[in-house]
């Protein structure tokens, strides 16, 4: 019996959604293709990103993080990670390819990403 009490409420819901829209009404889609990489680049740029293409990877939104070029000591102190070599918060993210950082306790670690 609960499930009924349940269930009728949850029919008018989907129906109400159905007369809302309109008798033939479509379902706004998702941009693919062309559309959607201009939307991406669009949104990217709005961000202050610059968006550009990789190797193997396509398009990607490349941001310099705020604090790009502090120094530090760990990777708590830096929105996008410490680099070891230099101790500087990384200029640009994502980091492509694999990179030497410092974890949250200032050890050095590899990181790839693809």
């Known amino acids: 019996m609960p499930r009924r009490r349940l269930l009728f409420p949850a029919l008018c819901l989907v129906l109400g959604a159905c007369v809302m829209a309109g008798p033939g009404a479509a379902p706004k889609l998702a941009p693919v293709g062309a559309a959607s990489v201009a939307q991406d680049k669009a949104s990217c740029e709005r961000a202050g ?25 760990r990777g708590t ?3 996008a990670g410490c680099l070891a070599k230099s101790h500087t ?17 200032g050890r050095t670690v590899t990181q790839c990403v693809n």
């Open 77 to 79: 102190e830096c929105t």
């Open 49 to 73: 990103g610059e968006f550009a293409g990789t190797p193997g990877k396509g398009m990607l939104c490349f941001r310099t993080p705020p604090d790009a070029g502090r120094q530090c000591n």
């Open 89 to 105: 918060c990384a200029p640009i993210t994502p980091l492509i390819g694999c990179q030497d950082l410092l974890d949250d306790q």
